[in-house]
């Protein structure tokens, strides 16, 4: 039997060194400020991102790898590792073309190198909680349907909240209604956005300022996970000490097993802009 091997792509935003830690192989998608192009976290990263962002005229675009990459990348790793199982985990499929170029990378190669593409219905790290879960698992010597168990309860469990700054980068990218976006900046409430199980944004409670929304959003993790152990992701867009006091808040709180604060990179980035906060709960097996 050979190994199981975890790919995930960038917008699950797993710090470099977890991903070296644990072998993942991340696929990135790209991000345009004009004519410019540059691979999220290869030749850009969120600082720099962030820096560009404040000076740009327009909100940069973003787009998904081509199947052509999924293809190269996972002949790569099946001549690296002869005979092991790939499984392809990537941002919801209601938000981005990259599950569908994997998926259809995976059927061109058919039998030759089989492949388990997931679509996450998440972002950001609320991939990274399943990817990262999956991998630490893969690690142990785990088969592919051990691993593949594993990630079904996590897609049924992992729950993610995220607070922003502003709605403007979501209704401007097209991922929350305008009205929604006008609502807010209006009535300068802090809205508490979620993910549908389909994975499209949704505005899951609109609360006046930041304490309540984080009040809110803390009481929901307890009704879901109560003193289960726990895999907590926070990221964040510019807003380190926020995310810091925050983390410390939830392993006061809660049973905390994994504890992960990571940058939003440039291409969550671009849709949510700075300021942003997710949290990312799921039950831990690590």
């Known amino acids: 039997m050979g190994k199981v091997l975890i790919v995930t792509d960038s917008t699950a935003d797993i710090p470099k060194s977890l991903q ?33 962002l404040k000076k740009a005229d327009q909100i940069p675009t973003t787009s998904q790898p081509t199947p052509h990459q999924f293809e190269e990348e996972y002949r790569r790793l099946s001549e690296e590792n002869p005979e092991s199982d790939i499984i392809s985990i990537h941002l919801s499929s209601k938000l981005s073309g990259t599950y569908q170029s994997a998926y259809i990378a995976s059927q061109t190669l058919g039998e030759e190198i089989p492949v388990t593409v997931v679509d996450s219905k998440r972002a950001s790290y609320a991939i ?39 709605l403007e980068y979501l209704e401007k990218n097209g991922r929350i209604g305008k009205a929604s976006a006008v609502l807010g900046s209006l009535l300068k409430i802090k809205p508490i956005l979620s993910l549908t199980e389909e994975g499209e944004v949704y505005p899951y409670e609109k609360v006046r300022g930041n304490k309540k929304a984080v009040a809110k959003i803390l009481d929901e993790f307890e009704d879901r996970f109560g003193s289960d152990p726990v895999h907590v992701g926070i990221s964040h867009a510019e807003v380190q000490g926020e995310a810091d006091e925050l983390m410390e808040k939830i392993k006061d709180r809660f049973n905390v097993k994994k504890e992960i604060v990571t940058n939003i990179g440039p291409v969550i980035g671009t849709h949510v802009g700075p300021g942003t906060i997710s949290i990312a709960f799921g039950r831990s097996k690590m």
Do not use: C, W
Request: aromatic share 8%; proline share 3%; hydrophobic share 45%.
């Open 20 to 52: 070296e830690e644990l072998g993942i192989t991340v696929v990135p998608l790209k991000v345009h400020f004009g004519e410019e192009t540059f691979e999220d976290g290869v030749d850009l990263n969120p600082g720099q991102f962030y820096e560009k």
């Open 128 to 166: 990274g909680v399943v990817v990262v879960e999956a991998a630490a698992l893969a690690r142990k010597g785990a088969s592919k349907d051990e691993v593949i168990s594993r990630i079904n309860e996590l897609l049924e469990e992992t729950t993610v909240f995220f607070m922003v700054d502003t």
